[in-house]
């Protein structure tokens, strides 16, 4: 009887190959563990290659929630410029840089949740810088008013009632510094100090002589309630441009240095 010699070898070999694979198969897996860590390592990375619930989230496809998403991110973000315009003189370094965290930063928010936990924040946000500017024109407001009493009393002290009248309202210079108020074309015309209320243009304008500001193309800047945001109007000064409101109809009230 013949043996064949072959077996014993071929079992051999067999035996090399699989410690061979299976010694191959460990540092592969070694390599996936470790590029696996080094992924999981970046979160940003990692969020990404998670799936989205979007039936989770309400939605029947994928193209639903990716629109969804993409209108909210964008919303956000245009709410946050329009609270920025309209109350970032009033805000404070911190809360400037939560709406312009949500104005840079709308487009990388991932999940809904998200999204609406930075939309109530900026609702809250905007509640209280309204406050905020609310205070700040009261008390500009009470600047003013004190202001007038000085005023009427000097011209009370040295004159007759009738001759102060005309002189504090009518005054042939227009709002001065001195007078702190004015009448002019049936407008009352007085002025925010930009040591009070500093507007977020400020830096754009530049004091006239008399401490008035004035735009680039030389209009008085003023705030007026009852006119439209870029208008302009003849006041007591000369040509004047609405950049602000938040005063009583019929006031003019002009930006000045003092």
């Known amino acids: 009887m013949r043996i064949d010699s072959r077996k014993p070898k071929a079992a ?8 061979a694979l299976l010694t191959g198969a460990g540092a592969t897996d070694a390599r996936a563990a470790t590029l696996s ?3 999981g390592s970046t979160p940003s990375e990692a969020t990404l290659m998670q799936p989205v619930d979007y039936r989770g989230d309400g939605f029947g496809s994928m193209q639903e929630w990716n629109a969804s998403m993409g209108a909210k991110r964008d919303s956000l973000e245009v709410r946050a410029q329009i609270i920025m315009n309209m109350y970032g003189d009033y805000a404070t370094d911190d809360e400037r840089a939560v709406l312009q965290g949500c104005i840079d930063g709308a487009g990388s928010l991932l999940t809904m949740e998200e999204v609406d936990a930075k939309s109530a924040e900026l609702d809250e946000l905007r509640s209280a810088l309204e406050d905020a500017k609310r205070e700040a024109l009261e008390a500009a407001a009470a600047e003013a008013e004190a202001a007038e009493a000085v005023q009427a009393s000097y011209y009370n002290a040295g004159s007759g009632s009738s001759y102060a009248s005309a002189a504090y309202y009518a005054n042939g210079s227009g709002l001065t510094r001195s007078s702190g108020v004015n009448n002019y074309n049936g407008r009352r015309e ?27 193309d030389g209009y ?14 003849t006041g007591s000064k000369g040509e004047c441009k609405v950049y602000d409101s938040g005063c009583a109809a019929g ?3 002009y930006y000045t240095g003092w």
């Open 220 to 233: 008085y800047v003023v705030a007026a309630g009852d006119k439209a945001q870029g208008s302009t109007f």
């Open 12 to 19: 051999a070999l067999s035996a090399a190959l699989t410690v």
């Open 37 to 39: 860590d080094t992924v």
């Open 190 to 216: 007085t002025y925010y100090s930009s040591n009070v209320l500093y507007h977020h243009r400020t830096g754009e304008w530049t004091q006239d002589s008399e401490g008035f500001w004035r735009d680039s």
């Open 251 to 253: 006031t003019t009230d």
